[in-house]
């Protein structure tokens, strides 16, 4: 067995067991390909997401804090691939390093210390920094020349600018580097930092039809063939929702929108059975047919 | 009224209410100068009654009530735009939480109940499996919100697809999640934590 060049200890989240397989299986396999080590933290717990701090911030914080103390036992900085997970964990380590109070409470609430010093870092800023773009691009086995894609961030990557620490809050590049590092041609469109509806889509469905539509409306508009994201459940809104987006707005994109693990496995020769293309509503394999990369 | 002055003071203010936001969100209230940025940028501004820079207007006026009974502060989505963009640092994000927590703990009025049934429904979710159970939190928010037809086409299309998943384990470690919603309460019925 080759020795792996990156270790890291990995929170998957919850919707990467379930409604976002894709992105987790082919998180592996290109994390395998590039021999980036990815062990699992046992026994993780959901972060709380929207809902809990939305209405209970004690509570958001104390499930982050439980989480990033079992991550504590597995050793390399914490991969986390959904943006909402990485959003809460970052917010936790922030705030509880501010605030003694909060930090005290937490203590209290998870009956430990907090332990906020592991760096925890999205799967794009191990890509882009760690691995670094110039080993990815060395790694290329089929370059996606010809894919115009839509590198689309969403909120949480990039915002509040202070917690993420991954790229500019407001004119963001890091997806753009990674996505062109592969061969593939990043579009200029004018809604990659725009809100999708995010969890909305269970309460009220509404919002996300017209949010979504937007920023599928903005990616064709800009010629892209399809959509990248960094997150469930902006993948959630823009693919699962796209045919009733399509429906309520009397128009029609039929956009894909991988996982930008996915589009990367693909560049990087992680085999196509293990990308889920499968999963996708949208069906992506005429693009790719179309441009070659199958 | 033409010679009309509007009084602003600590008293119109009713300072108790704008502190306990300021202490729950970290986040001055008093800062805001009204510039409206962070409603140029909202994304769910069209969704609410009152948008960002005016609650926190109403805030300022004392009219906290007005706030709390509407349903601008469910339809925030928490995009963290209007943080990002102030000008003066006032984290409206935050202060959107802090109103929220205060408007679910008085258990008050408001017009928003799906958001709130939402909500309530995840967070049930993670006390009792510790991962969150996607199948089961939407099959129970249609039977609790009365709209049994609610994506009713899209179940099949995510089971054939092997997005839903059927089958949830609980977490093995589940009794340390219980323990934290019940020191948390326990802190909060000693009045050790908001």
Redesign the interface.
């Known amino acids: 067995m080759t020795k792996n060049l990156l270790n890291y200890s990995y929170y998957p989240g919850?919707?990467l067991?379930?409604?976002?397989?894709e992105y987790d299986e082919s998180t592996k396999g290109v994390f395998k390909a590039l021999r980036i080590g990815l062990k699992e933290v046992p026994?993780?717990?959901?972060c709380?997401?929207?809902?809990?701090?939305?209405?209970?911030?004690?509570?958001s914080l104390?499930?982050c804090a439980?989480n990033l103390s079992l991550a504590d036992n597995v050793e390399g900085d914490l991969a986390v691939a959904c943006a909402a997970c990485f959003s809460r964990l970052k917010t936790t380590q922030h705030?509880l390093t501010?605030?003694d109070i909060k930090r005290k409470?937490v203590e209290?609430?998870?009956?430990g210390s907090v332990s906020l010093e592991k760096p925890v870092k999205h799967l794009l800023e191990i890509l882009a920094k760690d691995y670094g773009l110039d080993r990815l691009a060395d790694a290329v086995k089929k370059p996606l020349t010809g894919l115009k894609v839509a590198t689309y961030y969403g909120?949480?990557l990039t915002?509040?600018?202070d917690v993420p620490e991954l790229d500019c809050?407001?004119a963001p590049t890091i997806m753009e580097n990674v996505i062109a590092a592969t061969g593939a041609e990043p579009v200029s469109w004018s809604h990659r930092l725009?809100?999708c509806?995010?969890?909305?889509t269970?309460?009220?469905?509404g919002?996300v039809l017209n949010?979504s539509n937007a920023i599928l409306a903005s990616a064709k508009r800009a010629g892209a063939d399809c959509i990248m994201v960094a997150c469930p459940l902006c993948h959630g809104n823009l693919d699962?929702r796209q045919k009733?987006i399509e429906e309520a707005n009397g128009t029609r994109y039929g956009m894909p929108v991988f996982y930008m693990t996915q589009l990367l496995g693909l560049a990087v020769g992680v085999p196509t059975g293990k990308l889920g293309l499968?999963?996708?509503?949208v069906n992506p394999l005429p693009l790719l047919r179309e441009k070659q990369l199958l | 009224m033409k010679n009309s002055k509007m009084h602003l003071s600590t008293e119109t203010m009713n300072l108790g209410f704008v502190r306990k936001v300021e202490a729950?969100s970290?986040s001055s209230v008093r800062r805001c100068f009204q510039c409206g940025k962070c409603s140029a940028g909202c994304?769910?501004r069209t969704?609410m009654e009152h948008p960002p820079n005016r609650i926190v207007r109403l805030l300022q006026l004392g009219q906290w009530e007005r706030v709390l009974a509407g349903r601008s502060i469910w339809?925030c989505?928490?995009?963290?735009?209007c943080?990002?963009r102030c000008p003066n640092k006032v984290?409206l994000?935050a202060i959107m939480?802090?109103l929220?927590?205060l408007s679910?703990d008085a258990n008050g009025p408001s017009k928003e109940s799906?958001?709130?049934?939402?909500?309530r429904l995840?967070?049930e979710?993670?006390k009792t499996y510790?991962?969150?159970y996607?199948?089961r939190?939407?099959a129970v928010?249609n039977i609790k919100s009365g709209q049994f037809m609610?994506?009713f086409l899209?179940g099949p299309?995510?089971l054939t697809?092997?997005?839903?998943?059927v089958f949830h384990q609980k977490?093995?470690?589940i009794g340390?999640?219980e323990?934290?919603?019940s020191?948390?309460e326990e802190?909060r019925k000693k009045g050790?934590?908001?």
């Open positions: 919850c919707s067991h379930a409604s976002a397989k026994d993780w717990f959901c709380g997401a929207t809902p809990a701090h939305n209405v209970d911030e004690l509570l104390s499930l439980k705030r501010e605030n409470q209290t609430a998870i009956a909120c949480l915002r509040p600018p809050c407001e725009e809100c509806g995010a969890n909305f269970l309460s009220r469905p919002v949010l699962i009733e499968e999963s996708m509503i | 729950l970290g994304p769910m969704f339809y989505a928490s995009c963290e735009t943080s990002t984290d994000a939480d802090a929220r927590k679910w799906y958001v709130q049934l939402a909500n995840f967070i979710n993670i510790g991962r969150q996607e199948m939190l939407a928010f609610k994506d899209l299309k995510l697809k092997g997005k839903l998943k977490n093995r470690n340390e999640i323990q934290i919603f020191r948390i802190m050790e934590a908001p």
